[in-house]
C-alpha cells in the first residue's frame, strides 16, 4: 500500500482529505429546535401580559424551556481528521471556534467498536484524548488517512470479543 493511495481502484488522497464524524446536529433538526424554541418562548412571553398572579409563574418555565431551544438551534459541533490532525469545530450562532491536535502530538490511537460505529480514540501524551464516533463504511478511509500522516502510529482495537 502506497502512502498516497489506499485502494487500487481509487484515486490517490488530497493534501486536504478530510474524514468527518457521522455525527452532527442536522441543520433540519437545528431549524425545528429553533422554531419550536421561539414558539414557547412566545406563549411565556404571553403570559406575562395575563394579568393574573397563576400566569405569571407559569410564565418561567415556558421561557425558561423557550430560551434553551433557542440556544439550541444555533449550536454546531463537528470532529473530523485531515491533514492538520483531529479537529473540533464549534460554531455557535455564526462564531466558529476550532481546536487542533496536531497528528505530531497524537500517541496512540484505540479503537472500540459497537454496532455500526467505531470509535476513535487519539491519545496525546499525558494520557488524555479526543473521542471521535464515525460509521463503520468509514474505516478504511480512515485507516487510510491515519497511514497517511502517520505512518508510524498503530491503531490499537480495544473491543472485546
Same mark, same amino acid.
Given at each position: 500500500?502506497?502512502?498516497t493511495?489506499?485502494?487500487?481502484?481509487e484515486?490517490?488522497?488530497?493534501?486536504?482529505?478530510?474524514?468527518?464524524?457521522?455525527?452532527?446536529?442536522?441543520?433540519? +433538526?437545528? $431549524? @425545528?429546535?429553533f422554531?419550536?424554541g421561539?414558539?414557547?418562548?412566545?406563549?411565556?412571553? %404571553?403570559?406575562?401580559?395575563?394579568? /393574573?398572579?397563576?400566569?405569571?409563574?407559569?410564565?418561567?418555565p415556558?421561557?425558561?424551556?423557550?430560551?434553551?431551544c433557542?440556544? +439550541?438551534? $444555533? @449550536?454546531?459541533?463537528?470532529m473530523?481528521?485531515?491533514s492538520?490532525?483531529?479537529?473540533? %469545530?464549534?460554531?455557535?450562532?455564526? /462564531?466558529?471556534?476550532?481546536?487542533?491536535?496536531?497528528?505530531?502530538?497524537?500517541?496512540?490511537?484505540?479503537?472500540?467498536?459497537?454496532?455500526?460505529?467505531?470509535?476513535?480514540?487519539?491519545?496525546?501524551?499525558?494520557g488524555?484524548?479526543?473521542?471521535i464516533?464515525?460509521?463503520?463504511?468509514?474505516?478504511?478511509?480512515?485507516?487510510?488517512?491515519?497511514?497517511?500522516?502517520?505512518?508510524?502510529l498503530?491503531?490499537?482495537?480495544?473491543?472485546?470479543?
Amino acid at each position: 500500500m502506497s502512502k498516497t493511495s489506499c485502494f487500487n481502484n481509487e484515486p490517490p488522497l488530497e493534501e486536504t482529505s478530510i474524514l468527518t464524524s457521522g455525527f452532527a446536529f442536522p441543520k433540519w +433538526m437545528r $431549524g @425545528i429546535t429553533f422554531v419550536v424554541g421561539f414558539l414557547i418562548l412566545a406563549i411565556g412571553m %404571553a403570559k406575562l401580559f395575563s394579568m /393574573k398572579i397563576k400566569g405569571l409563574m407559569l410564565m418561567f418555565p415556558y421561557v425558561l424551556v423557550g430560551i434553551v431551544c433557542l440556544s +439550541m438551534g $444555533g @449550536i454546531n459541533n463537528s470532529m473530523s481528521i485531515s491533514s492538520e490532525g483531529v479537529i473540533y %469545530a464549534r460554531t455557535v450562532w455564526g /462564531k466558529k471556534r476550532q481546536e487542533v491536535l496536531p497528528w505530531e502530538t497524537v500517541q496512540s490511537v484505540a479503537i472500540l467498536r459497537k454496532k455500526n460505529l467505531f470509535y476513535a480514540r487519539f491519545f496525546k501524551e499525558d494520557g488524555k484524548g479526543w473521542q471521535i464516533p464515525f460509521r463503520s463504511d468509514q474505516w478504511e478511509i480512515f485507516q487510510c488517512i491515519v497511514n497517511k500522516y502517520r505512518p508510524d502510529l498503530t491503531i490499537e482495537d480495544k473491543t472485546k470479543v
